[in-house]
């Protein structure tokens, strides 16, 4: 599910007063922000989360929930903080703190988005050419001409419209969350101790090096950011449940979020716990260098044939979803930084359709070098992808309750400090990983 799905979810005419009943139209946006953040991030969580050991894999599970409810609830409030109905987070950003400000959201926005998209064309080579090789026991083309192919055929979808993707993408969640949740009870039988070897006392105390708990924690928090990262679309989402509840939207988008989020913690932190109760650190450390989904790992290190072949064709189906959503977010960034820049240096846009062009060109030459030359995907997420999102998803928020009258009424809250904190955490995670 995307943005763009908006304007598919129908807002209701009843009266907006009866804010207190659940309607058929809170569940869709319940499981539509379930399925926005549930994709291919998804994938590269258990990698980070259990690689450092038993210990940071419970702390993040006690922070996952807040650090993920606040957050949104935030950039949800945020939104509803605007005077017009009708406006995005762009247009709330505008009024609040002017056209530059404006701006500069919508190209941090790009760039929060741009980046994920970049590695998922990585995953997406990684996967095949893994299958190839370790599945099928054939060489794979050059790298590439693989990446190149898949790229045009992913993006060729594209050419089908956009409500005919976020139709395919929402109706594929729920049959990858399926797989998901009966692939961790299928590794039920395989759950060893290994990973309660890492409560030797050097370990757990450890605060300074590689293998310590605070480092550790550190380095994991963007990854989880990214992986729980439903964004794109709270701005959809505020502005349809503000046309159908009014002044009482918040309160009724707050009980959204939170049902949605329980789900998503619940499920993912499972299939992360039951990868890594399976799985040895030092072998998550190996899918860490080996540039692959957990799924493509599973399959390679159990060679099971119902893990071996289904795991690596539900990681294409996620990473493809992933891939479609993030690129139409990302062109949409694109396109209004282009035409913002235009309009300010000339006073004129862009033909949508030339810019369409345009946008998709770039897109695909890039990606196309990036999946070639493959960087290292974790690291991507922890010095961009998640830090950007935190800017956007955690601080900006916090900033508008100092500073923004209508959204003072949210001030003096321990969520408030707790929702900084994190987002500072991913920030300079980010600092340390490109230094």
């Given at each position: 599910?995307?943005?763009?799905?908006?304007?598919?979810?129908?807002?209701?005419a009843s009266s907006k007063?009866?804010?207190?009943?659940?309607?058929?139209?809170?569940?869709?946006?319940?499981?539509?922000?379930?399925?926005?953040?549930?994709?291919?991030?998804?994938l590269f969580?258990?990698?980070?989360?259990?690689?450092?050991g038993l210990i940071p894999l419970i702390?993040?599970?006690?922070?996952?929930?807040?650090?993920?409810?606040?957050?949104?609830r935030g950039m949800c409030r945020f939104v509803l903080s605007g005077k017009s109905n009708g406006d995005d987070i762009t247009g709330v950003v505008e009024e609040h703190f002017g056209k530059v400000a404006g701006f500069l959201i919508t190209v941090l926005y790009f760039f929060a988005i741009y980046?994920?998209?970049?590695?998922?064309?990585?995953?997406?080579?990684?996967?095949?050419?893994?299958?190839?090789?370790?599945?099928?026991?054939?060489d794979a083309p050059p790298r590439a001409l693989l990446a190149l192919v898949l790229l045009l055929g992913v993006m060729s979808i594209i050419r089908f419209g956009e409500k005919a993707i976020v139709k395919a993408m929402s109706v594929l969640v729920f049959p990858f969350v399926t797989v998901l949740m009966l692939l961790a009870l299928y590794l039920i039988p395989h759950w060893n101790t290994t990973i309660f070897d890492s409560l030797s006392q050097g370990n757990v105390l450890s605060t300074t090096s590689n293998n310590g708990l605070l480092f550790t924690l550190w380095l994991a928090i963007p990854v989880m950011v990214f992986s729980f990262n439903h964004s794109p679309i709270i701005s959809a989402f505020a502005v349809a449940k503000r046309e159908e509840y009014g002044e009482h939207?918040?309160?009724?988008?707050?009980?959204?979020?939170s049902y949605a989020h329980i789900m998503m913690v619940l499920t993912v932190m499972f299939f992360v716990f039951s990868c890594v109760l399976s799985l040895s650190p030092e072998n998550l450390a190996e899918a860490k260098a080996?540039?692959?989904?957990?799924?493509?790992?599973?399959?390679?290190?159990?060679?099971?044939?119902?893990?071996?072949?289904?795991?690596?064709?539900?990681?294409?189906?996620?990473?493809?979803?992933?891939?479609?959503?993030?690129?139409?977010?990302?062109?949409?960034?694109?396109?209004?930084?282009v035409n913002k820049a235009m309009m300010n240096t000339r006073g004129k846009t862009v033909q949508h359709k030339t810019l369409n062009r345009i946008t998709s060109l770039f897109m695909l030459v890039s990606a196309w070098l990036v999946a070639t030359l493959n960087p290292s995907i974790l690291n991507i997420i922890?010095?961009?992808?998640?830090?950007?999102?935190?800017?956007?998803?955690?601080?900006?928020?916090?900033?508008?309750?100092?500073?923004?009258?209508?959204?003072?009424?949210y001030a003096g809250k321990p969520s408030n400090i707790f929702v900084i904190v994190t987002g500072s955490i991913a920030i300079s995670a980010a600092i340390y990983s490109v230094m």
């Open positions: 599910m995307d943005t763009s799905q908006a304007g598919s979810i129908a807002s209701s007063s009866n804010h207190t009943t659940w309607r058929k139209s809170d569940t869709v946006w319940m499981l539509g922000l379930y399925g926005t953040a549930i994709g291919a991030g998804v969580l258990p990698i980070n989360a259990g690689i450092g702390i993040m599970v006690i922070l996952a929930f807040p650090m993920t409810f606040f957050a949104h980046p994920i998209l970049l590695v998922y064309s990585v995953a997406l080579t990684n996967t095949v050419e893994s299958f190839l090789v370790n599945q099928l026991q054939i939207a918040e309160k009724k988008c707050s009980r959204i979020l080996q540039n692959i989904t957990i799924l493509s790992y599973l399959a390679n290190h159990f060679r099971v044939p119902t893990i071996e072949y289904i795991a690596p064709f539900i990681a294409f189906i996620a990473i493809t979803k992933s891939f479609l959503g993030h690129y139409l977010g990302a062109r949409e960034g694109f396109n209004g930084i922890e010095s961009l992808g998640g830090p950007v999102i935190a800017m956007i998803l955690f601080i900006m928020p916090m900033y508008a309750i100092k500073k923004v009258p209508a959204m003072r009424k």
